[in-house]
């Protein structure tokens, strides 16, 4: 009996360890709050003409009024201690300062802990012109703070990432945390949305199907006139029911992940999918602040490494891969831009070979003479094909996410005509950079 | 061993935290007019309990957006000030073209809650018109009122048809919010 109860109890604990403490890539976090920190800074920045109005004792809110508006328990404000102007203005510019650090992950411990005070301080003073996504924003913020591993994606990773690349040409292992901080965020989101789902149950309108035309004629949120949103009222009782139904999905999330693994469904995938939709449809046709954008950056914290291997698939499908690129390891430029290149290459689309290393040339490029090469940069495709110098950057843009934005403009007009000139620019003087300075 | 013991406290801990944390928010996220008997009963003996960690943390949230059902309540501003014959003049309406996409809807945001939701509360409102005095640059003493301008968005079932849209138009009535004077 005692044996079975031992086991049991095991069986339990082993449960419970896997659910909060089974290792996964720190990448989602580390994307998360860089995505987060950055549209705190923006949705901060369009605050600037208020933040007197918004913040101080000149605004539509003193310091003895807020109690109005707001609880005298359990409550603190950085803002609580004056309401001058330039106390309000230094404390929000600190707070600018603090995203921005979180955002390019220079000291992103501290400044993602300062982010997250500094916020809550400014939301706790004057809560009147909060809506739901300044909540998502402290939400997330809050799970941030308290995460491990959220220095993935970060300046100062990047730093000892080139001190690995210089000593052993290899980047570091990448970033692991424990599963908790994804759980709290997890279940952060599922709250979120079914006590959502729940509040809507208590009224008519979205059961009856006709809450989406109501909402989209309010024009204090309302981004088009009301000629253009006419054209969608054909399908308002659809787009009702659908988000219903999807905010019901959020409750498959709470089936354990194996069983749908067992299923083949891509169940977390399909729901966020669906949010993506939803919160995107918002963003375009009204104007409810930060909401859909900080979700979007919450919902990136929710993927793993099957999300990211399923894109590569995906992407992948559309390539012939892999991207040979030809560098010159003699010269510091090329080997920093080689490693910048490796660490744009999320989808390991590419093969980077130092073509003075004659032996590694030799396996990829024997017919490609070194002088040649060392003109330029080269790249060889499957088909054996070569592109060279400012055609193979532009080639390889498509093939890294971070410069996709980049990519398109790469074709305007006159652009690669002053890029092919700035490339051979650059390539002639490259020797010239010496102690990793230019 | 040590090490281990720590290891093992530490990461109980941290299991038990994420618990509270996870039932903390659940608990206080609740609607807190749901009919249900155990909502109701959590809501009355257990959430209490949570109450202050989620306010210290300021992890306060309810996500009613748009719920139960959605706004239909659409409020615009009309400010007047009196002239020197002791005649009101109209000074300019705060409507959805007032301010640029950026500011309006946070805007409206903080003009409902001082000029509307906290009626109860006559401070916000006469903070709000000195506001207006100082934006709309009037002068000192003058004489101010600003009316709610309401309409409401009409609740057709089923949901209407695109025809049925076009021919909508809001029609809006006038209520006075408040009226005082600008500060000397």
Sequence with gaps: MNAIRRAISGRVLSGVEAFFFARRSAWPFGLMR??????????????????????????FLPRDLVYLVT?????????DYSGEVWYVWAWYITMLVAFACSMLGIAPRTSTIASFLLLSSFHERDAMTLGGGDTVLRNVGFILAIAPGIEAFSFSRLRRHYASWKKTKTLLPPVTMSAWPYRLLLWQMMVLYITSLWWKLLGDMWLDGTAVGAALHHSIFLNWPYGVINEFMPFAAYLTHATVFWEASWLLLLVPATVWKWTNIPVKRLVLAGGLAFHGGIAVFMDVGVFP?????????????????????????????????????????????????????????????????????????????????????????????????????????????????????????????????????VAQNRQKCAHDRC | MIREYLRTFAKTGIALFCVWHMAAIGLYSMPGDSHDRVSRWLNDNVTGTFVPYVLVT????????????????????????????????????????????????????????????????????????QMFCREFVLDPDAGIRIWHELTIIPYVHPSPSKAWWNTWTPQFESSLAIETRCAS
């Design chain 1, 293 to 425: 954008y900080v979700l979007f950056a919450a919902y990136l914290g929710l993927l793993d490494d099957g999300d990211r291997a399923w894109l590569k698939r995906l992407i992948d499908r559309r390539s012939a891969l892999p991207i040979v690129v030809l560098y010159d390891g003699s010269c510091r430029l090329c080997r920093r831009s080689a490693f910048g290149l490796r660490i744009m290459d999320t989808f390991s689309h590419l093969h980077l070979v130092d073509f003075r290393n004659a032996a590694e040339k030799k396996k990829v490029a024997p017919h490609l003479d070194e002088a040649q090469l060392d003109l330029t940069m080269h790249i060889l495709l499957p088909d054996d094909s070569v592109r060279t110098g400012f055609d193979a950057f532009r080639f390889l843009t498509w093939h890294l996410p971070t410069l996709w934005l980049a990519a398109p403009f790469l074709y305007l007009p006159g652009v690669s005509h002053l890029g092919r000139a700035m490339y051979a620019w």
């Design chain 2, 58 to 129: 300021s992890q306060w949230q309810q996500w009613n957006l748009f719920a139960p059902n959605p706004l239909r309540r659409i409020v615009f501003y009309r400010v007047e000030t009196q002239n020197a014959e002791g005649n009101w003049a109209y000074v300019t309406s705060v409507n959805d073209t007032t301010y640029n996409t950026w500011r309006h809807a946070v805007i409206f945001k903080l003009l409902g809650q001082v000029l509307e939701e906290n009626t109860d509360r006559p401070e916000l409102a006469e903070r709000a018109a």
């Design chain 1, 71 to 79: 609880r005298d328990d359990w409550r603190f404000s950085i803002l």
């Design chain 1, 34 to 59: 860089a995505t987060w920190a950055g549209v705190a800074l923006i949705f901060l920045l369009r605050q600037w003409f208020d933040v007197t109005a918004f913040y101080s004792d000149d605004g």
